[in-house]
């Protein structure tokens, strides 16, 4: 056999497997161990940050409750919203404007 037909019948896939099969599939399953703790660990994290924004949430609805405004708001939502619009679009314009003449 000469040194070419060796290399060619090595390189051929399927041929010499990469490790033998008793022993690969202790790695394929520590793989999957692996893959699953780490989606289980992204799936706590994502649940924990949840629950931070839900309690957010309720504080910031129940301040709002609390507040003067937050009762003007619940009688009227559409007008009030609008309302609020309004007096961000004209806070955004000023701030334009100030910023346009600090600038040189």
């Known amino acids: 056999?000469?040194?070419a037909a060796s290399i060619a019948a090595l390189s051929l896939?399927?041929?010499i497997p990469a490790l033998p099969l008793h022993t690969a599939g202790k790695y394929v399953?520590?793989?999957y161990v692996v893959l699953f703790a780490i989606v289980l660990v992204y799936v706590a994290i994502m649940a924990i940050r949840l629950?931070?924004?839900q309690d957010e949430l309720d504080e910031l609805t129940q301040l709002l409750a609390s507040s003067p405004e937050g009762e003007q708001r619940e009688a009227e939502p559409s007008q009030a919203l609008d309302a609020?619009?309004?007096a961000d679009d004209r806070e955004l314009a000023g701030a334009a404007e100030a910023?346009?003449?600090t600038q040189p």
């Open 84 to 86: 609020r619009a309004w």
């Open 1 to 3: 056999m000469t040194l």
């Open 99 to 101: 910023r346009g003449r």
């Open 13 to 15: 896939p399927g041929e």
């Open 51 to 53: 629950s931070h924004i």
């Open 29 to 31: 399953a520590a793989a």
